[in-house]
């Protein structure tokens, strides 16, 4: 043997193999993921400063040593608690110091033991110990046990390479039914729990009987292992037969100086499709494919149906996918730089990607931006997918009425093709981009009437739980769309399908005030067409008052679609004036000059004209496609009592009407008192919502129709800079409603200075930018007494009567 390092000669003979007397305590030596058996010959690798130090004092002395395994092979340094109480005790045959300061030992294994009581374990461990004797019955079964437990493990031993081929023989002269046990078990490969649970069996016949079993079970498992490797082997001497043959078919056709061109199309095709790493269902579907097109000629349909299917295979990014950007500082950057303000919305989305970086292989909720047109939600996407280092696609779904455009036709179909999901795979190049599915809830109705199997296939797109084996009709093939971000706009989210809208986190996003539109305006819009018309800032700029007078006087949005094709009106106009060298200097575009370029004002502000008579209120309304402003008109005529509703009113509407009546008729005495009281038994009353071609619906215009029907009776005007939104109750409780901040919005859009909205709704403010606060002023109120003192103007009691006459 050779010594590396200083190493240390036993200074006397030691006594090997030989039954020794046992002392009362030993030092412990913890074993990590083995278990050492009687009479073994143990090397070991001794790299702990406690076992370091246990060995050194070991040979000072008797070179005696316990050897007990560890229950948690994962603990560097166990405690007794640790470890088993059952070893085996040992004789230090040898020691080597290796100049990394580990020892290599060689321990001489002897008697088994148990640890009676823990000595002490500083510096090393130090326990009492018993011996543990087998017990052994000498009867046929125990006989019988031994000869299975031999012919078994030659049998093993025949066909696992680890094992050596001496172990046959070691195995046949062994008469000794234990110590055949503990030499099998030390040989196997097995779970150390299951050697452990061997060494404690002092009964030789179950112990025999136990490791019979686990024989067997290994020997089933080494029949299996053959099995497969056999399999392998034929499949590889399979492969290259048919490589064979098709080298020999084509040198043969070669010779003919037939298919050239055919056969390297399909060549072409092959190496394309071997060159990417396919999962295992669509290659076997590839293989099958190539193999009947190689059979087929030129000229049958089917060979270009197969063929264009193959193509559409290697066209997709199976294995090709780009590495997500998750700092979060470079993602604000980009959002920053692409859109003006909305901090509530990219906070969200920066906290959507701080999950991403967080736990990269978390399955997080779809993103669904939910506002009206015009206001950057498609946008937001491609900044998203910017600001991640992803290939950004959209997909629109507005108006798809078949199951087919998202799944795909089936290949029996004349000119079938995949569906817009694979489609965009494919355009994006990589396993993993974002795609924006457009306009979701414009999902139409399929030729049944019905939305369930449209409904159906956006499920397993979107859904993470199924969307990892989403199947194209066109394809048949399992394609895992786990790792695509999906991100989803609309304009309201009434006409999504609740299970559609349950799989998505919806993130609002409000119309924009005027001041927000001015700066976007400034920052984006007029950079953008100044540059997509030819000009240059040396050639044109817009004054902020011009901007004002497009956003108040040309336009009536709550995005910026339209902002954006009025700058580019006016910037078609100068370019035309440079082309025709009739501009000799810089054009400013001032106040004055947008009404030169742009025309007659197109909006204008007619709170204060319709207001101006009795009973007509100004209330708020929301929309898809922003809020509006909206007027409410009563006028009364002698009749019976009847109510006569006009305007296109929903359900809802025209019962909110009802209410307003009834509450104003219960309150007539207080809120009316001069009206006579068969007032109402002898007039009908009519109220209107002008627009009547537009369809309108909700709650929220209740408190509108109270103030209109009391601005008639008591014949005092509502003040024109009020307008307001509210639910009514029969007792006249106003109740909250949505839609605060788009209301708002279009309230400064239509010349409003205040706003009267339920108490209720207070903390919505909050969403209201504070520029918009400050021109607008907010009073909240939760009755419809306090509604009535804020919005009704003051007359004197003498001109009320008049009125109230006149009435």
Request: aromatic fraction near 4%.
């Amino acid at each position: 043997m050779i010594e590396v390092g200083t190493a240390e000669r036993p200074a006397r003979d030691v006594e090997l193999g030989a039954a020794r007397e046992l002392p009362q305590r030993v030092g412990v030596l913890p074993l990590r993921d083995n278990v050492t058996f009687p009479d073994m010959l143990v090397p070991l690798n001794i790299g702990q400063p406690r076992s370091v130090e246990l060995i050194n004092e070991v040979l000072r002395g008797d070179r005696t040593i316990a050897m007990v395994a560890s229950r948690h092979a994962q603990v560097e340094t166990p405690s007794p608690d640790d470890l088993y109480d059952v070893g085996v005790v040992g004789v230090v045959a040898r020691m080597i110091r290796v100049p990394d300061g580990t020892l290599r030992v060689l321990i001489q294994g002897g008697q088994r033991i148990r640890i009676v009581n823990w000595v002490r374990t500083e510096p090393y461990l130090v326990a009492e110990i018993e011996e543990l004797p087998d017990v052994v019955d000498p009867t046929p079964e125990l006989t019988a046990l031994t000869r299975n437990v031999q012919q078994t493990f030659t049998e093993i031993i025949e066909q696992v390479p680890y094992l050596p081929e001496e172990l046959q023989v070691m195995v046949a002269n062994v008469e000794d039914p234990s110590g055949l046990a503990h030499l099998i078990a030390g040989a196997l490969r097995i779970p150390s729990e299951e050697k452990q649970a061997l060494l404690e069996e002092v009964d030789v016949a179950k112990r025999l009987r136990r490791l019979s079993e686990i024989l067997a079970r290994e020997r089933e498992v080494v029949a299996i292992g053959s099995k497969i490797q056999s399999q392998v082997q034929s499949e590889l001497d399979k492969g290259q037969r048919e490589y064979f043959l098709r080298q020999q078919l084509k040198a043969i056709q070669d010779e003919l100086g037939e298919g050239d061109e055919v056969q390297a199309e399909i060549s072409e095709l092959r190496a394309q499709l071997d060159a990417i790493d396919l999962p295992v269902i669509p290659r076997k579907q590839v293989d099958r494919e190539l193999s009947r097109l190689e059979r087929l000629q030129p000229a049958m349909a089917e060979y270009g149906v197969i063929r264009a299917y193959l193509e559409w295979i290697a066209a997709l990014p199976w294995d090709k996918q780009t590495e997500d950007n998750l700092d979060l500082e470079h993602a604000r950057e980009v959002l920053d730089e692409d859109h003006y303000d909305i901090e509530q919305v990219k906070n969200r989305i920066l906290e959507f990607l701080a999950v991403r970086r967080l736990k990269p292989d978390a399955r997080g909720s779809i993103l669904c931006f939910v506002g009206p047109p015009g206001v950057g939600k498609t946008s937001l996407g491609r900044s998203m997918a910017r600001a991640l280092g992803r290939q950004f696609e959209r997909i629109s779904v507005g108006g798809v009425r078949d199951e087919a455009e998202i799944r795909g036709h089936r290949r029996t179909y004349i000119g079938a093709m995949p569906g817009v999901i694979i489609r965009a795979l494919r355009d994006a190049g990589a396993r993993n981009p974002l795609l924006m599915i457009d306009e979701i809830d414009k999902m139409g109705a399929d030729f049944r009437g019905g939305v369930g199997g449209i409904e159906s296939s956006m499920l397993e797109v979107l859904d993470p739980e199924q969307n990892h084996s989403f199947r194209d009709h066109y394809l048949d093939l399992p394609v895992d769309l786990s790792d695509v971000m999906f991100v989803t706009t609309a304009n309201t989210l009434d006409t999504i399908p609740g299970p559609l809208r349950d799989r998505m986190e919806v993130i609002q996003l409000a119309g924009y005030t005027e001041e927000e539109k001015l700066q976007i305006a400034k920052r984006y819009l007029v950079p953008r067409q100044i540059e997509r018309n030819g000009l240059s800032a040396t050639r044109i700029a817009f004054s902020d008052p011009a901007l004002r007078v497009i956003i108040s006087d040309y336009t009536r949005e709550a995005g910026v679609r339209q902002l954006e094709r009025e700058i580019g009106t006016i910037c078609r106009k100068v370019a035309r004036q440079v082309a025709e060298r009739s501009l000799k200097r810089k054009a400013t575009i001032t106040e004055p000059r947008v009404r030169e370029l742009l025309g007659k004002r197109r909006f204008f502000s007619e709170t204060r004209r319709r207001t101006a008579r009795p009973g007509v209120a100004t209330g708020l309304a929301w929309t898809p496609v922003g809020g509006e402003v909206l007027f409410i008109e009563a006028t009364a005529m002698p009749g019976s009592g009847k109510l006569t509703i006009t305007g296109q009113l929903g359900e809802v509407m025209q019962e909110s009407a009802q209410a307003a009546l009834s509450y104003v008729r219960a309150g007539a005495a207080e809120l009316l008192p001069e009206l006579p009281e068969d007032w109402f038994a002898t007039h009908d009353i009519h109220i209107h919502v002008p627009a009547g071609a537009t369809p309108k619906d909700g709650p929220s215009a209740g408190v509108a129709m109270v103030v209109a029907l009391t601005s008639l009776l008591s014949a005092r005007p509502v003040r024109s800079e009020v307008a307001m939104t509210g639910e009514i109750t029969l007792t006249g409780q106003v109740l909250p409603i949505g839609g605060l901040k788009e209301k708002a919005l279009a309230a400064q859009r239509g010349g409003i200075r205040s706003v009267i909205a339920p108490a209720l709704n207070e903390q919505d403010a909050d969403e209201i930018p504070e520029h918009l606060r400050k021109d607008l002023e907010f009073r909240f109120v939760a009755t419809a007494e306090e509604a009535l003192e804020i919005a009704l103007q003051r007359r004197p009691a003498r001109r009320r009567a008049r009125g109230l006459r006149a009435a």
